[in-house]
């Protein structure tokens, strides 16, 4: 986790358009991981049919709903709603970031905008998010990652046959392909020392910024370690700082 980020006070703005509701619970227990959710507001035409399964998520979760009437049709009515709440928020000075719950890339501006003036920016959407909204954020997460079931996820290791080991696996997970390994490579090879050694801590921070939906359980692994263990590409080693029993892990392109 990027902990630049961490405990910032948070607007968390939902566009129920654009975003399913069975995994509310989910999202918002993501975005704890971040900060504190100051403003918790969720937009929509709450006249429509359509939206009527977000009603009890609403009171559950305690997410104040926002009435916005379509004035045409076939036009998202969350849009101008959600833009013009979220500049009031950022003028009111009361936050530090903003979590725009929504798969529509009409967010991308407002996320730039926002971003512009120093906050930060965490996307939560569908995996059919258009990527300019995507690259806008600082960090874009998948719904469909989030408050999934048990799957057996092989880690190949070469010192130890390999055995499954058990992840929350997305349904669709990506596959680790040569774009992914080569993301990794360059990585560690702009963060190495001179022995090639690179700090797993700012591995992650790296990828993040070069790739804003980077996330090791879009291929099915909770943590950065075991997916870079599954590459059989790197060498793992695990320094002992002498406080507390934590370990340092440095990571290295095998030679």
């Not at 399964?53 to 849009?79: C, F, H, R």
């Not at 709603?81 to 929504?102: N, Q, T």
């Not at 880690?155 to 680790?176: C, F, G, Y």
């Not at 690179?198 to 804003?212: P, S």
């Amino acid at each position: 986790m990027d902990h630049a980020i961490k405990d910032l006070r948070l607007a968390v703005l939902i566009d129920a358009d654009n975003v399913p509701y069975a995994n509310v619970k989910e999202m918002l227990e993501e975005i704890a991981k971040f900060g504190v959710p100051t403003f918790k507001r969720i937009y929509a035409d709450w006249t429509k049919p359509t939206v009527s399964g977000w009603k009890k998520v609403l009171l559950e979760n305690a997410i104040t709903p926002v009435q916005q009437y379509s004035y045409s049709s076939g036009k998202n009515s969350s849009d101008s709603a959600m833009i013009i709440d979220a500049m009031d928020i950022l003028y009111s000075g009361k936050v530090d970031g903003f979590c725009i719950v929504s798969s529509d890339s009409d967010f991308t501006r407002l996320a730039i905008r926002l971003r512009e003036a120093g906050m930060k920016v965490i996307g939560i959407g569908e995996k059919k998010t258009l990527k300019p909204f995507i690259t806008a954020c600082d960090k874009f997460i998948y719904i469909e990652i989030l408050g999934v079931e048990e799957e057996e996820v092989p880690i190949k290791n070469e010192s130890k046959p390999s055995r499954p080991n058990k992840q929350k696996a997305p349904k669709s997970v990506d596959l680790v392909n040569k774009e992914l390994i080569k993301l990794l490579t360059d990585s560690i090879s702009d963060l190495a020392d001179e022995s090639g050694w690179a700090f797993l801590g700012e591995l992650g921070n790296l990828l993040l910024k070069k790739k804003t939906d980077f996330d090791p359980r879009n291929y099915g692994f909770q943590k950065m370690l075991p997916l870079i263990k599954s590459t059989n590409q790197f060498e793992i080693d695990e320094r002992v700082t002498g406080k507390n029993n934590i370990r340092h892990i440095y990571i290295r392109i095998k030679l």
